[in-house]
């Protein structure tokens, strides 16, 4: 039997209630995003930590409400974008 690669993917591709760890930041060469980058490092995004989108906005491109240690945040998808994760097997 062959082992299941996982592929990391980006934050807001992840379905809701999995559980992934990140495992890279992008850092955008676009100054406003890199401030947004460097704020959701400070927030805890960093390689290692474990985080799952706990619930989808309703609208297409809504919110995202993400656990990341024990708190909450909502994230818009161009923001969870810069977070690679790769899902709990």
Do not use: K
Not at 13 to 34: C, I
Not at 63 to 81: D, K, M, S
Request: overall charge negative; proline content about 8%.
């Amino acid at each position: 039997m062959e082992a299941t690669t996982i592929l990391p993917l980006s934050l807001d591709q992840l379905p809701e209630e999995r559980w992934a760890t990140v495992t890279d930041v992008a850092m955008p060469a676009d100054s406003a995003d890199r401030v947004l980058v460097l704020r959701l490092l400070e927030l805890g995004f960093v390689p290692g930590e474990q985080v799952r989108v706990v619930r989808e906005g309703r609208q297409n491109g809504g919110p995202l409400a993400v656990r990341v240690g024990h708190t909450t945040f909502a994230l818009r998808p161009h923001e969870a974008a810069f977070i690679h994760v790769t899902p709990a097997s």
